[in-house]
């Protein structure tokens, strides 16, 4: 079946410009993870949803950076005013319920390039 | 705040060969530690995993050896193949949290 998909696969935006980027999970998982990737780096842990709500956003870095699920599946991370510093590979992941144990499926990310 | 480290950062291994990748963690709380493989220009994926109440799990080529008492673990990679470079990411979280602490990474290459 289709994996975790994420749009677009490159940005490109001017500093201080507003960016959305886009996650499709694999269909049926109730839980959905943003993660940024920073070059050579591991990803670092943003935000958690459980069906439509976040359970836990303590890994957004600022108040510029929001994430929504409405409808429980499809989930869009807002970046407001980017700056240079947000350049990175912003990753999603689901898993089937968010268990300790459930294995989270990586989407190819979405390149971020603030110039 | 590292709450994973991992080690070394790049690796070049023979092709047979074993290749070792190392981990340590701070918080006692850990008590699930998944290995990621990465491929450029794709997402991390699955490798293997281990509970704390075990000293080794095997999958095929790939072991993890489990250390609770120094709070280490690491990944063997038996019999390396070219089709193995890629970076390996340690990981590690908690039943309080489902979120996924990440290590720095570490860059394998399988000379053939």
């Known amino acids: 079946g289709a994996g975790v998909s994420q749009t677009p696969s490159n940005k490109v935006t001017e500093k201080g410009k507003y960016v959305e980027l886009r996650c499709d999970p694999i269909?049926?998982?109730?839980?959905l993870y943003w993660y940024r990737q920073s070059l050579g780096q591991g990803p670092e842990f943003l935000i958690y949803?459980?069906?439509?709500?976040?359970?836990?956003d303590s890994g957004l870095p600022n108040d510029r950076f929001f994430a929504v699920r409405p409808e429980g599946s499809v989930s869009t991370l807002k970046i407001q005013r980017t700056e240079r510093g947000d350049s990175a590979v912003y990753l999603c992941?689901?898993?089937?319920?968010?268990?300790?144990?459930?294995?989270?499926?990586f989407g190819p990310g979405t390149r971020l390039t603030v110039l | 705040q590292q709450q994973v480290k991992q080690s070394p950062q790049s690796l070049i291994v023979q092709k047979g060969g074993i290749s070792i990748i190392n981990c340590a963690y701070e918080?006692?709380?850990?008590?699930?530690f998944p290995w990621y493989q990465q491929f450029p220009g794709k997402g991390p994926a699955l490798l293997i995993a281990?509970?704390?109440?075990?000293s080794e799990k095997k999958e095929g080529r790939f072991t993890i050896s489990f250390n609770k008492s120094a709070k280490q673990f690491s990944l063997h990679i038996m019999d390396s193949q070219p089709g193995d470079s890629a970076t390996y990411f340690c990981?590690?979280?908690?039943?309080?949290?489902?979120?996924?602490?990440f290590g720095q990474g570490t860059r394998l290459t399988i000379n053939p």
């Open positions: 992941a689901s898993s089937p319920s968010g268990g300790l144990r459930d294995e989270q499926f």
């Open positions: 269909s049926g998982h109730t839980a």
């Open positions: 949803f459980q069906g439509t709500g976040a359970a836990d």
């Open positions: 918080n006692t709380a850990f008590d699930y």
């Open positions: 281990i509970r704390p109440d075990v």
């Open positions: 990981a590690a979280t908690d039943q309080g949290a489902q979120k996924l602490v």
